[in-house]
């Protein structure tokens, strides 16, 4: 138990640190840091914070381990694969080097400045407001085999539901009606259909 408590503890820090940053306060701490590279920092940051975060987590349940039956396991396994697959099909609709922070360090224009990107409504982004999150949901939950994978399902599942009203908020105050009338005709995570049209 002390385990579970402390690895959410950490959990807490990762979605606080990474909300703070993503604030306009830590945006503008960011960008007087690293100018037209303070997406790649944010990016960074929070990579390297995660990678301690699971690190110290594997450590705390390192002799921990339960059984499960190959049936569940391998239902797991073709969750993740179609986590993968969602992920892969929803990638579609990002440009990579934008949303990692690469196009504005080589533009020479920090984030805040960039012009948004125009709201994806196709592809995956037609079967669920959040792909990329439903695909990784998929996936951690497909791979919880073992306390450690599900105690980390379990944290990042509660990181990405708060994560998401967050980013809702933000996109609504990006696109307005636009954003608006997309919320009420795509499901957030829940797909009302299988396949994009």
């Known amino acids: 138990m002390v385990s579970v408590l402390l690895y959410a503890l950490l959990w807490v820090s990762f979605g606080a640190g990474h909300s703070a940053l993503a604030a306009p306060l830590g945006r503008g701490l960011l960008r007087r840091i690293a100018g037209a590279g303070d997406r790649l920092a944010y990016n960074v940051i929070a990579m390297v914070h995660l990678a301690l975060v699971l690190a110290i987590g594997r450590r705390l349940f390192a002799d921990q381990t ?5 049936s569940l396991r391998a239902l797991g396994w073709l969750a993740a694969a179609a986590g993968a697959v969602v992920l892969i099909l929803a990638g579609r609709n ?3 080097a934008r949303f990692l922070g690469l196009a504005q360090l080589r533009a020479g224009t920090p984030d805040q400045a960039a012009t948004p ?8 982004n037609g079967v669920v407001r959040h792909p990329l999150y439903l ?11 073992s306390p450690f ?3 980390t399902a379990a944290a990042a599942t509660a990181y990405l539901l708060v994560g998401i009203r967050f980013e809702e908020r933000n996109l609504l105050r990006i696109y307005g009606d636009s954003y608006r009338r997309y919320r009420s005709h795509v499901p957030m995570l829940v797909p009302r259909r299988l396949w994009p049209r």
């Open 135 to 145: 695909g990784l949901l998929l996936i951690i939950w497909g791979v919880a085999t």
């Open 117 to 124: 990107e125009p709201l994806a409504t196709g592809g995956m």
């Open 66 to 70: 339960f059984a499960l039956p190959d």
């Open 94 to 96: 990002y440009e990579l």
């Open 149 to 151: 994978r599900l105690a």
